[in-house]
């Protein structure tokens, strides 16, 4: 069982490029995210969805965009990357996106924009 | 705004004790909840309080006051391997996790 598993491990880009960063669990679960994490912040919430079709947008939803065709993969793309996009992104889904929820994380993707 | 302090940083000795302070300002609580992260790597799941009260998990303990808006985590008979960042988050009235910045915890030997 790989649980949640993120592509590619890392990657640098120059700015203005288009980027998509791949997220697949295998636990078949509902609720899906997308997280960045800087040094010294929080995970801040860029996108989530709570089931497949569906998908809004978290805290920080600028400059990304999400689709959710299906239950298993949840793509964030990038359409023109900028340095302030750096960032290490993480992939976390959860059975229901419930009050009770727990959400499992992937390995992370550490991006660099030049 | 929402809220969610922690310490940067602490220090601890192996083998012994370590509260970890999380205070938090939320619109709305449904809950809250302690991850480690060592790293380089991915957040993993330690406890999840939503009533006020201890809940023990092994070495691991997770207190909640939701009139205090304050929970602690506390690691008792400290490893090394114990090692890493400790994130506090908080389920808001959307059922968004709200993030602190992680407390860094350093262990000597």
């Known amino acids: 069982i790989a649980g949640i598993t993120q592509a590619p491990t890392s990657q640098i880009l120059a700015a203005g490029r288009r980027m998509t960063l791949r997220c697949t669990q295998d636990m078949r679960h509902n609720a899906m995210y997308w997280y960045r994490q800087d040094l010294g912040l929080g995970l801040r919430l860029i996108h989530y969805?709570?089931?497949?079709?569906?998908?809004g947008k978290g805290e920080v939803p600028d400059g990304y965009s999400v689709s959710r065709a299906n239950t298993d993969d949840f793509p964030l793309t990038l359409a023109s990357a900028v340095p302030s996009q750096t960032s290490v992104y993480f992939c976390?889904?959860?059975?229901?996106?419930?009050?009770?929820?727990?959400?499992?994380f992937g390995p992370g993707t550490r991006l660099t924009v030049l | 705004g929402q809220n969610i302090d922690q310490p940067t940083e602490m220090t601890a000795t192996e083998g012994a004790i370590v509260q970890i302070n999380c205070t938090y300002q939320?619109?709305?609580?449904?809950?809250l909840f302690w991850y480690q992260q060592h790293a380089g790597e991915a957040p993993t799941f330690l406890s999840y309080n939503v009533l006020d009260g201890l809940e023990e998990k092994g070495r691991f303990s997770s207190f909640l006051s939701r009139s205090k808006g304050y929970s602690y985590l506390l690691l008792k008979e400290l490893q090394m391997k114990d090692s890493a960042s400790y994130l506090c988050?908080?389920?808001?009235?959307?059922?968004?996790?709200?993030w602190g910045a992680g407390t860094k915890l350093i262990i000597k030997p």
């Open positions: 939320t619109s709305g609580f449904n809950g």
């Open positions: 969805s709570n089931t497949a079709g569906t998908t």
């Open positions: 976390a889904s959860s059975s229901t996106g419930g009050s009770t929820d727990t959400q499992y």
């Open positions: 988050a908080v389920r808001d009235s959307n059922y968004q996790l709200i």
